[in-house]
Structure formats: structure tokens, C-alpha cells
């Protein structure tokens, strides 16, 4: 059984940095992809990294100010994001593939975290 579990979300001035953690059990991104998806009200789930084994894909976005890493021997999957905007408001989920794929649809992954906030203020 697959169970993700986000943390690390926090409200932050525009500028400054934060670090999400994905508690990963039952897959690992060695394996298939896992990926980092937010929410903003009223507006679509989009993807904003992704990570299958030693490749990582992001959004333009986010290009150069958010890394997606993983601690294999803790199986967690990690979001550093820097130089944040107010638009990256919104709530952050954690998810996984059944499979690799380098896509940042969610149509795509199949399990989810139940996501944490992160909220940047001007």
C-alpha cells in the first residue's frame, strides 16, 4: 500500500525559502516517478517537479528557483524552493506514478499525500 505524507509548508514573505518533505512508503523513485503537484483557490492542480530515479523535471515556473531531491535510505522525497513569489501560494501535494513517466499531468499518478501549505505574502 502506497502512503505519502507532506510536511514542511509554512506561510513566508516573498523572497524567502522553504523545504517540503514527501514520507514515502510502499514506492520509492527509483521505481517510478514521484512528483511535486500545488493547488492554488479556485484554479487547477498543476505539476511543478518531478523526480524517476537520477532524472528531475520541472515546470518553467519554477525553472531555477525550486530543486527536487530524495533520500533513498530515508525514502523521502524533498521540494526546495527559493526566491518565492506570492503565485507559488497554494497547497502542496506529493504523488506517485505507477510507473516511469516524465510528465507532470496528473493524469498520471495515481497516489496522493494529502498535501500542506505554503503561503507567500508581498
Known amino acids: 500500500q502506497v502512503q505519502l505524507v507532506e510536511s514542511g509548508g509554512d506561510s513566508v514573505q516573498a523572497g524567502g525559502s522553504l523545504r517540503l518533505s514527501c514520507a514515502a512508503s510502499g514506492v520509492t523513485s527509483r521505481s517510478t516517478a514521484m512528483a511535486w503537484f500545488r493547488q492554488a483557490p479556485g484554479k487547477e492542480r498543476e505539476g511543478v517537479a518531478l523526480?524517476?530515479?537520477?532524472?528531475?523535471v520541472y515546470d518553467n515556473s519554477v525553472k531555477g528557483r525550486f530543486t527536487a531531491s530524495q533520500d533513498n535510505a530515508k525514502n523521502t522525497l524533498y521540494l526546495q524552493m527559493d526566491s518565492l513569489k506570492p503565485e507559488d501560494t497554494g497547497m502542496y501535494y506529493c504523488?506517485?506514478?505507477?510507473?516511469?513517466?516524465?510528465?507532470?499531468?496528473?493524469?498520471?499518478?495515481?497516489?496522493w499525500g494529502q498535501g500542506t501549505q505554503v503561503t507567500v505574502s508581498s
Open positions: 504523488a506517485a506514478a505507477e510507473r516511469g513517466v516524465f510528465s507532470l499531468s496528473a493524469r498520471w499518478y495515481k497516489h
Open positions: 523526480i524517476y530515479g537520477d532524472s528531475t
